[in-house]
């Protein structure tokens, strides 16, 4: 794992902490890992998934409460276009959710740790929501965190490489250094022959 200072902001409700993955249910938050089995056995990911495959999201809860208080868990296309930068205000403006919905547990009390597996089908940009309604005051938490299935974990490298690249071309060409080694392969080519 990578050493990173004590508190970082993923996007949305994920937070990486010392190493650690954590989900912030507003008041409650839980250790947080995404397990591809299959393609990746043991490998832990706190957001982003490399593969569309059988996915199986992990919650540890930090809080004892969570586990008398039932949790829900819906996966849905990122209809938003906003990838990484979607907000719960973003989700809540979609008009008919189900239908953009890939994935859902119905609320569930899991003692201790909660549990969901989805098999995706399709890489692409989707958003986790996990709603938990606390049993005695009636009251729901909500976070969403937006994630990239099936990214590339390159990100700009393969821009930065073409340009780095073409500005090399370019020198060559605009110095005639590639003019240059043009005629010294022709005459290395006549010597042998």
């Known amino acids: 794992m990578i050493t990173v200072p004590s508190k970082i902001y993923a996007h949305g409700g994920v937070v990486l902490e010392e190493d650690i993955c954590v989900i912030k249910i507003e008041i409650f938050s839980a250790h947080f890992r995404i397990y591809q089995p299959k393609a990746r056995q043991h490998q832990e990911?706190?957001?982003?998934?490399p593969e569309a495959d059988e996915t199986v999201f992990v919650m540890e809860y930090e809080h004892s409460s969570l586990s008398q208080t039932p949790i829900e868990f819906r996966?849905?296309?990122?209809?938003?276009?906003?990838?990484?930068?979607?907000?719960?205000?973003?989700?809540?403006e979609i008009k008919?959710?189900?239908?953009?919905t890939v994935f859902y547990q119905?609320?569930?009390?899991?003692?201790?740790i909660f549990t969901a597996i989805h098999q995706?089908?399709?890489?692409?940009?989707f958003i986790g929501i996990v709603?938990?309604?606390h049993p005695e005051l009636n009251k729901t938490?909500?976070?969403?965190?937006?994630?990239?299935?099936?990214?590339?974990?390159?990100?700009?490298?393969?821009?930065?490489?073409?340009?780095i690249t073409f500005?090399?071309?370019?020198?060559?060409?605009?110095?005639?250094?590639?003019?240059?080694?043009?005629?010294?392969?022709?005459?290395?080519?006549q010597l042998e022959h």
């Open 45 to 49: 990911f706190c957001e982003d998934i």
């Open 75 to 92: 996966i849905i296309k990122d209809v938003t276009e906003l990838g990484r930068y979607a907000k719960m205000e973003n989700v809540e």
């Open 96 to 100: 008919n959710l189900d239908s953009v």
């Open 106 to 112: 119905p609320p569930k009390l899991d003692p201790d």
């Open 120 to 125: 995706f089908e399709e890489p692409g940009w």
């Open 131 to 133: 709603t938990a309604t």
């Open 141 to 163: 938490y909500t976070a969403m965190f937006p994630f990239e299935v099936g990214f590339s974990g390159f990100g700009y490298l393969p821009l930065f490489v073409a340009l």
């Open 167 to 189: 500005l090399q071309i370019y020198y060559l060409f605009t110095t005639g250094q590639l003019t240059r080694w043009k005629d010294k392969w022709k005459s290395l080519k």
